[in-house]
């Protein structure tokens, strides 16, 4: 489903562990990571995307999260003119996407990776909240700081200021996170799950 100007609608998902680490994930067969997204179906809302989605990329149900917020309206994002398929009847040019941040009310165990014949991913962990920023592919850097400033006040009300703080003047002007580097925290026990995929 492409709309008009070439746009696919599509979901993405903010899982978020109590303390405000965030579930970053590695692509199967490629050396990406990202969080979970997904396109939508024509008969579907927004939110009935995402728990499709969460199922399917995660195995997470929805009695497993707690949705905390969601973007409003589109954030869209271009794909390089490299992934751009031409020779299709609609050429979709990039996404448009509505953001969700979930809190992880389950057990990090309810996290499976290897439940579709096609994983989306192979390896996952919990990074901190601004980590995406300098680490997702630099086309949907934009897209990824416009959703985590939108819903950073939602994460900050559950983990607290010192765990999610709010971005400056730098982040709001734009997507980077160049004022401080973060790093992903080292592995705690349970942290870091792999699943095997099949």
């Not at 199922?55 to 929805?62: S, V, Y």
């Not at 869209?76 to 050429?91: E, M, S």
């Not at 980590?131 to 900050?156: C, D, I, N, S």
């Not at 709001?172 to 996170?177: S, Y």
């Amino acid at each position: 489903m492409i709309d008009p100007d070439g746009f696919r609608p599509n979901v993405g998902i903010v899982l978020m562990h109590p303390d405000g680490r965030l579930f970053w994930a590695r692509r199967v067969r490629r050396d990406g990571w990202q969080f979970p997204q997904g396109g939508m179906n024509s008969d579907e809302t927004p939110l009935e995307a995402m728990y499709r989605e969460l199922r399917e990329e995660t195995g997470l149900l929805p009695e497993h999260v707690e949705v905390l917020g969601a973007t409003p309206g589109w954030l869209r994002y271009r794909l390089p003119q490299r992934a751009i398929r031409r020779n299709d009847h609609l050429v979709c040019i990039g996404q448009k996407q509505v953001w969700f941040l979930l809190r992880l009310t389950g057990r990090e165990t309810d996290l499976r990776l290897d439940l579709t014949d096609t994983p989306e991913f192979d390896h996952w962990r919990w990074v901190d909240f601004w980590y995406p920023l300098e680490h997702v592919v630099v086309f949907k850097r934009g897209v990824y700081a416009r959703a985590l400033r939108h819903l950073a006040p939602f994460a900050q009300r559950i983990a607290g200021p010192t765990a999610v703080p709010l971005p400056g003047p730098e982040q709001r002007a734009h997507g980077g996170w160049n004022r401080h580097r973060q790093r992903a925290r080292p592995a705690r026990r349970g942290d870091g799950g792999s699943a095997p995929v099949n």
